[in-house]
């Protein structure tokens, strides 16, 4: 089984920052891609960042754009968002995923395979 563990949420005012990491363990386990999730209250759980260890291409969702960079180390299984200027809007659970086919189509959910239990991030006006 493999396990998605996610870290590094908490509450922040506005224009600060934060970094979530995600550490994949369980069985041996190779990744594609992993990307970054989050749902905010009443909202549905929308695309956040993604990158392919392949190359390291990245994508973003447009609001982050220029805000958060998503990075990682394929050998430790591990996975980072470095979230900076952040504002009430980012308010979500943010959730890993981890995709173990070919990495296409990055921005779907239903592409990744594994999912963490998510992580609180909160950002007071």
């Known amino acids: 089984q493999v396990q998605l563990v996610e870290s590094g949420g908490g509450l922040v005012q506005a224009g600060g920052s934060l970094r979530l990491s995600c550490v994949a363990s369980?069985?041996?386990?190779?990744?594609?891609?992993m990307g970054w999730f989050r749902q905010a209250p009443g909202k549905e759980r929308e695309f956040v960042a993604a990158m392919r260890w392949s190359g390291g291409s990245t994508d973003y969702i447009d609001s982050v754009k220029g805000r958060f960079t998503i990075s990682g180390d394929n050998a430790k299984n591990t996975v980072y968002l470095q979230m900076n200027s952040l504002n009430p809007e980012d308010t979500a659970v943010y959730y890993c995923?981890?995709?173990?086919?070919?990495?296409?189509?990055?921005?779907?959910?239903?592409?990744?395979?594994?999912w963490g239990q998510g992580t609180q991030v909160t950002v007071s006006s």
């Open positions: 369980g069985r041996t386990f190779s990744s594609s891609a």
């Open positions: 995923a981890a995709m173990s086919r070919q990495a296409l189509r990055i921005r779907q959910q239903y592409r990744y395979d594994y």
